[in-house]
């Protein structure tokens, strides 16, 4: 059983740019779930997306979006990048919508200079 | 709306020490309950669940129990090793009006010295 990967590891941007992230789910999972960790603190829930849709958002601008494709990948694109988006991006994959368990990515590291 | 409080850090202990991280957290109905654990410069790694009250979630000597009348999901460990230096979070996904996403706790970061 191949589990949640993202790519890539570590990117350096500069601001207003725009980045876009990867990640594959684990298999058997139909739900994708993005957050946001700045350096020590918890994680912050970005958005979820189930069957390629848009299903639950967090307190993020409209400048974070993102996409799922058929095979339950995801991207995540943040445009306009700000020096506070510098953080870790956690990508999550789940079975479900509910309360089933969340399992996360290795995470890619943002800088934005 | 749902949260999880976890007890501030860092926490220090020796080697075989006896490991408690206090977590508390605020749901309406009956979310399900995590522990992650995070090593340096890496990503979250499930370290145990429990769905319903009154479960004891269990992995690598590490332990927890669902209680609902108090509330609470506390980390016990009877014997750390220096492995064991790392972030722990306390988190919940679901219950009432909780909805889909995971709500973490700000983490506690444990030092095991040899």
């Known amino acids: 059983e191949t589990g949640v990967t993202q790519s890539p590891t570590h990117l350096i941007k500069t601001r207003g740019q725009q980045v876009t992230l990867r990640c594959s789910s684990q298999s058997g999972h139909n739900t994708v779930s993005w957050y946001q960790q700045a350096l020590g603190q918890g994680p912050q829930f970005i958005f979820q997306y189930y069957r390629e849709e848009e299903n639950g958002r967090g307190n993020f601008p409209p400048r974070f979006s993102g996409l799922q494709f058929p095979n339950y990948s995801s991207e995540l694109n943040v445009n306009a990048l700000e020096l506070d988006d510098s953080a870790l991006y956690l990508c999550?994959?789940?079975?479900?919508?509910?309360?089933?368990?969340?399992?996360f990515g290795p995470g890619t590291r943002l800088l934005v200079l | 709306g749902n949260s999880v409080t976890q007890m501030e850090g860092p926490v220090t202990l020796s080697e075989e020490a006896f490991l408690t991280i206090n977590c508390t957290y605020t749901a309406t109905g009956y979310p399900s309950l995590f522990w992650y654990v995070q090593y340096p410069g890496e990503g979250l790694q499930l370290l145990l669940k429990?769905?319903?009250?009154?479960d004891k979630g269990s992995n690598k000597g590490f332990e927890a129990t669902y209680r609902k009348e108090t509330t609470s999901f506390h980390l016990e460990k009877g014997s750390v090793q220096v492995s064991d230096s790392a972030v722990y979070f306390c988190?919940?996904?679901?219950?009432?009006?909780?909805?889909?996403?995971?709500?973490f706790g700000a983490g506690t970061r444990l030092f095991v010295k040899a």
């Open positions: 999550a994959s789940s079975s479900g919508t509910g309360q089933e368990t969340q399992y």
């Open positions: 429990a769905t319903k009250a009154d």
């Open positions: 988190a919940l996904r679901g219950g009432g009006t909780g909805g889909f996403k995971t709500i």
